[in-house]
């Protein structure tokens, strides 16, 4: 257990062993305290207080701009689907069966934040660009939608929604509009100020009402840490959960949890703290150049490409080669020590640029090369390729919704 500890810290901390061990000290410090009860703990009301205003300046919110700190992504955007649920509920309580509209690559979080709390998703697909198609997206819009979602960027391919122009059909309509920034909410800032092309994605946009952006990502704080943010404590204020007739007092609580960690909460405040705009900035430039150098070896091997295009340090590859399975190159790099992300909806292997991926970008071009020369022609016979080949010929995913609650069922059952 020890060798595995060490092999994996080795692997993913060594870039930053100075910063890795302040926020530990901070979380070791307030590993017993709980932010339930922030009169009780002071220190962290203010370590919470103080990384929301951070995060709200990076992301060009004014004063009046408040939010949480949560347990990762998945936990802020429960909070604000639960959040533009209530407010419905009080501000338009003849709307009975709410809507919201997200392009298809929104992130799982939210199916099953609609799926917790009976707001219908509704799909916009995507153009060649990987961004939604825009008419489509005004076509979803009902007198039901109670909030309309975009991502920056969206995980799949790393690509911007366009957060104006779905910025434009908010303020027509007079909806509320969230930004999921969980996967870019750290690193889009800095990338623009690099001067790379970043179209407009936070508090900028007037009709975003709220962002989602994870401190636990590129924010290189540790798991989980989560912020949700919102324009003004007027919308925040039905994200907050209160209960006044329990005998043991009076509750009150922000988020999904009671508990929450004093710890996650006082290293977030030591994470940005620790890194600072320079060291955010300088470490964005470090990973946006081994990016340029992975994105151009890949597509310079004949048969992969590089879908869309990325805004930041995420990406996907594809093939353009009928006789190359970009699934069965997957199981081929992973045989040579890679883990390979698979998706689908086109077939791709998604790559996200983290800072221990500096000193091996070269290996991994290299790798692709010589296994997608060695898989060329190649068919899926056994492996993940073939579970995946499998899967896309099933029409009805209920059945692949089942089949992956079973396989979850057995991985966390004791045997």
């Not at 810290?9 to 062993?17: G, H």
């Amino acid at each position: 257990m020890e060798d595995a500890y060490l092999e994996y810290t080795d692997e993913t901390s060594d870039d930053m062993p100075g910063h890795d061990s302040l926020c530990r000290e901070y979380l070791r410090a307030f590993m017993h305290e709980n932010a339930l009860n922030p009169i009780v703990f002071p220190a962290l009301r203010r370590f919470e207080t103080e990384t929301v205003a951070m995060a709200a300046d990076m992301l060009h919110g004014d004063g009046n701009v408040v939010g949480s700190l949560t347990s990762g992504g998945t936990e802020s955007i429960l909070m604000a689907i639960k959040t533009y649920r209530d407010r419905a509920r009080d501000l338009f309580p003849h709307i009975k069966s709410p809507e919201m509209v997200a392009p298809i690559t929104i992130h799982p979080a939210f199916e099953k934040a609609a799926h917790y709390f009976d707001v219908k998703m509704i799909h916009v697909p995507l153009d060649s660009d990987f961004k939604p198609n825009m008419e489509k997206y005004r076509q979803a819009i009902t007198p039901q939608t109670i909030l309309l979602l975009g991502s920056a960027p969206q995980y799949c391919h790393g690509v911007v929604d366009p957060i104006e122009a779905i910025g434009k059909l908010a303020e027509e309509r007079g909806i509320p509009f969230h930004v999921d920034a969980c996967f870019g909410g750290f690193m889009l800032p800095w990338v623009e100020k690099l001067g790379y092309p970043v179209p407009k994605f936070d508090f900028r946009v007037p009709a975003v009402s709220s962002i989602s952006a994870d401190v636990h990502k590129y924010g290189y704080g540790l798991k989980g840490a989560s912020l949700v943010l919102y324009r003004t404590a007027d919308i925040r204020k039905y994200q907050l959960f209160t209960y006044s007739e329990w005998p043991g007092g009076l509750f009150g609580s922000p988020g999904m949890t009671g508990t929450r960690p004093g710890g996650n909460i006082a290293a977030s405040w030591a994470a940005l703290k620790s890194m600072g705009q320079d060291g955010y900035l300088e470490l964005a430039k470090r990973l946006m150049d081994v990016t340029g150098i992975l994105r151009d070896g890949i597509r310079g091997i004949p048969g992969l490409a590089v879908l869309g295009s990325p805004h930041m340090t995420a990406f996907a590859i594809a093939s353009t080669d009928p006789n190359l399975d970009i699934l069965v190159l997957a199981d081929a790099m992973e045989e040579k020590g890679w883990k390979m992300e698979r998706q689908q909806l086109p077939n791709s292997l998604h790559c996200t640029i983290m800072p221990h991926h500096i000193k091996v970008a070269g290996k991994l071009v290299e790798d692709l090369r010589r296994s997608t020369e060695s898989v060329r022609g190649k068919k899926a016979k056994a492996g993940t390729a073939a579970v995946y080949g499998m899967v896309a010929k099933i029409p009805d995913k209920a059945i692949v919704d089942t089949f992956v609650k079973q396989f979850l069922s057995d991985v966390y059952s004791c045997k």
